[in-house]
């Protein structure tokens, strides 16, 4: 199977080690994946960085990016995990059996903040990410809907 010249934003890029991958018609986007074993056949449609791809009867969502796009994708997240105050909210309705913090407690990512009790389950609520505890919006016995603010965390 000869290798396919695959190239983003110009940059040749090649598939996993083992894989090699060639077209079959490279008009309708068919080409055929083999690691020497397993012969497949793959459908690419899209155009600029928006591609899905066709494999084993699944499609699946592509997002084609230079480096630079990459490296700005992540640290923006990585900005908005770590930075400015933050709205923990319920993820579910319930009520609330416990508060484990109050304003002025800091908090580490993982730590325990709310437990809410739904449908005879307990359920903790934990914190996204460290910070300061600023305000607390929920106490214990209070009813809760999903999407109600619980905490606020700077």
Do not use: C, F, Y
């Amino acid at each position: 199977m000869t290798d396919l010249d695959l190239r983003v934003a110009g940059v040749a890029v090649s598939p996993a080690e083992g894989w090699a991958i060639s077209w079959l018609d490279p008009a309708r986007g068919v080409a055929r994946l083999g690691d020497g074993r397993e012969l497949l056949i793959a459908l690419a449609e899209g155009s600029g960085s928006d591609w899905v791809v066709t494999l084993r009867g699944r499609r699946i969502a592509v997002s084609v990016m230079t480096w630079r796009e990459r490296m700005l994708a992540e640290a923006e997240i990585a900005t908005e995990r770590s930075a400015g105050p933050i709205s923990v909210t319920a993820t579910l309705p319930g009520l609330i059996v416990a508060v484990a913090v109050v304003a002025g407690t800091d908090v580490v990512e993982g730590d325990a903040l709310v437990t809410i009790e739904a449908m005879k389950m307990q359920n903790e609520v934990r914190a996204p990410r460290a910070g300061r505890v600023t305000e607390v919006h929920v106490a214990a016995g209070s009813r809760i809907g999903a999407g109600d603010p619980l905490l606020r965390i700077e």
